[in-house]
Every structure is written in C-alpha cells, then in structure tokens.
C-alpha cells in the first residue's frame, strides 16, 4: 500500500524559512515523479512543485518560482520542499503526491498524503 | 501558462441524479487531464484521468470525456458518498480548475 507522511509544517513568521518532508513507502520511490501541491483553506488546489525520478529536472508554479526548492533523496524515500522569503499567501495544507505512471513526468497525481499545515504569520 | 476554468462552481443536487462539470482548458492540451474528488479532511482522490480513463477502484458511475480545450465529468447517478468538491487538472503544466462543490439539494 501507498504511503505518504508529510511532515515540518507549523507558524513560521514572514520572511523566514520552513522545510517540508514527505516520508514515502510501498513502491518503488526512485521510479515515479512526485510533487508538492497546496490548498489554502476554504479555497481550491495550487499546484506548486515537481521533481523527476532523478531529481535531475524540476518544475515550480510561478507563485513560488525562486523562492522554493523541490529535492528528493532517493536513497530515504523522501520528499522535500524547502521553502524560504515565506508569504501570508503561502498560508496552506501542503499535500505531497506521486505522480501516476512509473518514468513519467506527464502525469496526474494517483496517491496522496494527509497534508501538513504550514501558517505564515507574525 | 494553461488556465483551467471550471463551471459551474457550485452544482446542487439530489440523490439520484445525473451530473456533469465542465472543464475548459486555455490552449490544447490533448487528452492530459485529470478529474480529482476532494473532501474536507482528507487526500484527494484521483478519479479519470487521461480524459476518460477511470481510475482502478473509482465506481463506473464516474465517467469523463473531451479531448483539446473542452472536458467533462459525469457522475450518472449520483450517491450520497459523492457530494465533494471535484477538481480538474491539465498535467502538462499540472495546473487545476477552480473546482465545483456538489452539495445536497
């Protein structure tokens, strides 16, 4: 069974920075896309980040273009979003999900984490 | 950057009934597309993708179809476990629509 554990959320004040984990377990990490999306809530879902198997190509929604950083380490099956000159816009339940189709990067998202909340606020 | 639009944004309905959202793209994006359930508290869910393919486990209630800029999803009778906000996503650039919540009438 597919898991994703998304850990690192919390209050972080305006301008600092914030690291998200997602913790991934019963496939074969290294050979799927994976990305990070968000929702604000009461509003809908932001796609905000992927990473290609190898890490080597990565892409960001514009909203967050220079200001975060999708990594991966294949050898933990793990997920990372670093995030840093943090918003109140960037205020959101961060969702980790593996892409749908093994060594694609053209692929909607199959399997889902809980999400970890992340408030920007002074 | 592909812009999703998504209508209506709010559908009432009853148990029972037939039910469809649009979904338009802003330039052609093939058949990449996807449709996701979403419910308060939980993961979304992926339910078509590649415009018309059901995700494996979804009910064959859910159906989806388009191709280019046009898309929609079907739920032919909807149950009660299907009153959700649903969201499409074009997977080129993996941006989402705005979404529909479906709410009891």
């Known amino acids: 069974e597919v898991q994703l554990l998304e850990s690192g959320g919390g209050l972080v004040q305006p301008g600092k920075s914030l690291r998200l984990s997602c913790a991934a377990s019963?496939?074969?990490?290294?050979?799927?896309?994976m990305s990070w999306v968000r929702q604000v809530p009461g509003k809908g879902l932001e796609w905000v980040s992927l990473i290609i198997l190898s890490g080597a190509s990565t892409y960001y929604a514009d909203s967050v273009k220079g200001r975060f950083t999708i990594s991966r380490d294949n050898s933990k099956n793990t997920l990372y979003l670093q995030m840093n000159r943090l918003r109140a816009e960037d205020t959101a339940v961060y969702y980790c999900a593996k892409g749908h189709s093994s060594f694609a990067r053209v692929v909607p998202f199959d399997s889902w984490g809980q999400g970890t909340l992340v408030t920007v606020s002074s | 950057d592909i812009q999703m639009t998504q209508s209506p944004s709010t559908l009432s309905a009853s148990v029972g009934d037939r039910v469809t959202i649009t979904c338009r793209a802003s330039q052609s994006i093939s058949s990449w597309l996807a449709w996701y359930q979403l419910k308060p508290g939980k993961a979304p869910k992926l339910l078509i993708y590649k415009a018309s393919s059901l995700e494996t486990g979804v009910p064959s209630r859910f159906s989806g179809s388009g191709s280019g800029t046009e898309f929609t999803l079907t739920i032919s009778s909807l149950q009660p476990d299907d009153f959700a906000t649903y969201y499409c996503q074009q997977y080129d650039s993996w941006t989402f629509g705005q979404g529909t919540k479906v709410e009891i009438k």
């Open positions: 019963g496939f074969i990490f290294s050979n799927y896309a």
